[in-house]
């Protein structure tokens, strides 16, 4: 048995639940869910829901928060969305940043990383960009 006051990240696989979603931009919006399970993602709860027979559809995450009515309502659609042209370039400049960062990090994986085995060629190589500095 657990410490009093402790909680578990996950619920009990034989408590079902079911909720309406709330957020309007769901796929699920307006209908009923059934919630079978609950996880932490990055700090944000999300439920394992389906709609319908749960034996025809995998569970979908949705956000604890598009299950709260009182949250949802604070969105509201507008006319028309804006951006500005500055907002379009920094997240095309973010965008390119981290692109560059994965390909950097699938190159580093393509070598083999620390572990992988040295061999006279790379150890040139290695010593040609040391030398750069």
Same mark, same amino acid.
């Given at each position: !048995?657990?410490?009093?006051?402790?909680?578990?990240?996950?619920?009990?696989? #034989? %408590?079902?639940?079911?909720?309406? =979603?709330?957020?309007?931009? #769901?796929?699920?919006?307006? @209908? &009923?869910?059934?919630?079978? /399970? &609950?996880?932490?993602?990055?700090?944000?709860?999300?439920?394992?829901?389906? =709609? /319908? &027979?749960?034996?025809?559809? +995998? $569970?979908?995450?949705? $956000?604890?928060? !598009?299950?709260?009515? +009182?949250?949802? *309502? !604070?969105? *509201?659609?507008? $006319?028309?969305? @804006?951006?500005?042209?500055?907002?379009?370039?920094?997240? *095309?400049?973010?965008?390119?940043?981290?692109?560059?960062? %994965? &390909?950097?990090? #699938? @190159?580093? %994986?393509?070598? /083999?990383?620390?572990?992988?085995?040295?061999?006279?060629?790379?150890?040139?190589? +290695? @010593?040609?960009?040391?030398?750069? *500095?």
């Amino acid at each position: !048995m657990g410490a009093a006051g402790c909680t578990t990240e996950r619920r009990k696989t #034989h %408590i079902t639940d079911a909720a309406e =979603v709330f957020y309007a931009w #769901h796929p699920f919006y307006g @209908q &009923e869910v059934t919630i079978y /399970g &609950e996880r932490n993602r990055r700090g944000t709860v999300v439920f394992a829901c389906s =709609v /319908g &027979e749960a034996s025809k559809t +995998a $569970p979908l995450e949705v $956000p604890a928060w !598009m299950l709260d009515a +009182a949250v949802c *309502r !604070m969105f *509201r659609q507008g $006319p028309s969305a @804006q951006v500005t042209v500055e907002a379009l370039r920094l997240l *095309r400049r973010t965008l390119d940043t981290t692109a560059n960062v %994965i &390909e950097a990090q #699938h @190159q580093l %994986i393509a070598f /083999g990383g620390s572990d992988a085995p040295t061999n006279e060629d790379s150890k040139d190589a +290695a @010593q040609a960009v040391f030398n750069q *500095r």
